[in-house]
């Protein structure tokens, strides 16, 4: 049973087009997080949802939207693709913001 | 595939105790090998990394070293204080064309004073 999952694992789009990517927890965590893992392997936090409620929203363009239909579900919309989108984004959830938090496996969104 | 495990946790420790979080991975290739912390309420930072066999990566008084012939990235803190206490996650990555990162489950850890 897989606690949170992502689809796609890959993604491979061109420039200018909108996507989305899924994340989906088992766990009954109210607190979902999306992560983005730059080329150094350094984390950034993007947002970060309880209860459906956005808390965390740091400096991202706005091209990028959560949006949070249930506890169980973060999905990340992105809205015309640029080059430097190209990462892999971790969808993460836990019980609150003091608990670990536990991770997907990752989406490798390619903008060619 | 690759993998990472990590110790189970909860930790509790006294201030100025001396810390050991232990990692071991099993990776196809060369891994580059990663300690995450997340402090209350925040989001996950890279705490230190190292590259290659017997490399230490350190920072903020913790170190760890890539032992190859024990597949292990044990962290250590030889003083921790209560600021320490945070949930740790030990990460891989193998670089072919810039794999993603994978993670441990975590370690709670909580210092008393």
């Known amino acids: 049973d897989t606690a949170v999952s992502q689809t796609p694992k890959y993604l491979v789009t061109q420039m200018g087009n909108d996507k989305s990517i899924k994340c989906e927890q088992n766990?009954?965590?109210?607190?979902m997080y999306w992560y983005k893992q730059d080329s150094k392997k350094f984390l950034k936090i993007m947002f970060s949802y309880n209860n459906k409620e956005l808390i965390i929203n740091e400096t991202v363009p706005n091209r990028f939207s959560p949006k949070s239909p249930d506890k169980a579900h973060l999905n990340l919309h992105i809205n015309s693709l640029e080059l430097g989108d190209s990462a892999v984004y971790f969808c993460a959830s836990s019980q609150g913001m003091e608990q670990k938090a536990f991770f997907g496996q990752g989406t490798r969104l390619t903008v060619v | 595939g690759n993998s990472v495990t990590q110790m189970e946790g909860p930790v509790t420790l006294s201030e100025e105790a001396f810390l050991t979080i232990n990692c071991t991975y099993t990776?196809?290739?060369?891994?580059?090998l990663f300690w995450y912390v997340q402090y209350p309420g925040e989001g996950l930072q890279l705490l230190l990394k190292?590259?290659?066999?017997?490399d230490k990566g350190s920072n903020k008084g913790f170190e760890a070293t890539y032992r190859k012939e024990t597949t292990s990235f044990h962290l250590e803190k030889g003083s921790v204080q209560v600021s320490d206490s945070a949930v740790y996650f030990c990460?891989?990555?193998?670089?072919?064309?810039?794999?993603?990162?994978?993670f441990g489950t975590g370690t709670r850890l909580t210092i008393i004073p």
């Open positions: 766990l009954g965590h109210d607190t």
């Open positions: 990776a196809t290739g060369y891994p580059s």
């Open positions: 190292a590259t290659k066999a017997d």
């Open positions: 990460a891989l990555s193998v670089d072919f064309g810039n794999e993603k990162l994978t």
